[in-house]
Each structure stands twice: as structure tokens, then as C-alpha cells.
């Protein structure tokens, strides 16, 4: 389906809507996936503060198989674990149960913990230098 304005689905086998909610049952391709992201669009922004590296360290990425689908291994991560952790990640279905995880909110608390595992790096060489500037080194 291909279209440049805006199209009412009700349901097929594969693929259904609620209100704002477009739920496929498989895979879906694209050639790019945006999400909306301008500061116009959002209110109370505020930088996303340590610790994170603490609480990424935390998760556990696995390898699996869908029950309903078989064949091909994936990675990522288990919903009823990643709720312990970043509960803000996790999706729920209509019915209120844990339904999947919003993986690309992910990618933040990626970039913030990389910035603290770069702190941390460089107060360590920090270290090393002023005990090899001791040592005559």
C-alpha cells in the first residue's frame, strides 16, 4: 500500500489498528524508519543524567527463537527483565500485559552510558599519568 495522504485501515489477518496503534503480526521492512523527534514536538526536556553504564550493565542480551514463528535466532532482550530495569522501555498490550520492549529509546541511555565509560577511561589515564610522572616514567 502505498499512499501521500492519509489512509483508514480497519483490519486484516496479519495487521490491525486501535485508535493510533498499528500492530503487525510479522516482520515489517522499511527503507527508513523516523520517529519524531523535534524539540517543537516535545515539553519538559532535560539532559539524561548518570548513572546509566550501572544500569546498562545490568541488562542481559539473548539469543532466541519466537514460539510462533520458529526458524530464525534473534537477539535482544526478555520484556519481563528489561522492566526491573528501565520499566519506561517496556510496552503493554490492550489488555495491560507486558507485550514488547521499545527498543529505540534504548539508543539514549547507549550514548549516555558510552559517555561515562569515557569519563571514567579518561580519569583513569589521568591517574596513570600523574603515577608515571611520579615514577619518572
Known amino acids: 500500500v502505498k499512499t501521500t495522504g492519509t489512509t ?7 495487521l490491525s489498528v486501535s485508535g493510533t496503534t498499528l500492530t503487525v503480526a510479522g516482520t515489517v521492512s522499511a527503507t527508513t524508519l523516523i520517529e519524531t523527534s523535534t524539540k517543537e514536538s516535545k515539553t519538559d526536556i532535560r539532559p539524561l ?4 553504564l550501572e ?13 510462533d514463528k520458529g526458524g530464525d535466532e534473534s537477539i535482544g532482550f526478555i ?15 490492550s489488555e495491560g500485559k507486558i507485550d514488547g520492549i521499545n527498543y ?3 539508543t539514549a541511555v ?6 561515562e565509560l569515557v569519563e571514567l577511561l ?5 591517574q596513570i599519568d600523574t603515577i608515571n610522572k611520579k615514577l619518572g616514567l
Do not use: C, D, W
Open 8 to 14: 483508514t485501515i480497519q483490519s486484516v489477518n496479519f
Open 49 to 52: 543524567v548518570p548513572p546509566h
Open 55 to 67: 544500569k546498562l550493565i545490568q541488562l542481559t542480551p539473548v539469543y532466541f527463537r519466537y514460539k
Open 79 to 93: 520484556a519481563e527483565e528489561m522492566l526491573k530495569i528501565y520499566p519506561e522501555f517496556v510496552s503493554y498490550n
Open 104 to 106: 529505540t529509546k534504548l
Open 110 to 115: 547507549l550514548v549516555q552510558g558510552i559517555k
Open 122 to 126: 579518561n580519569n583513569q589515564q589521568n
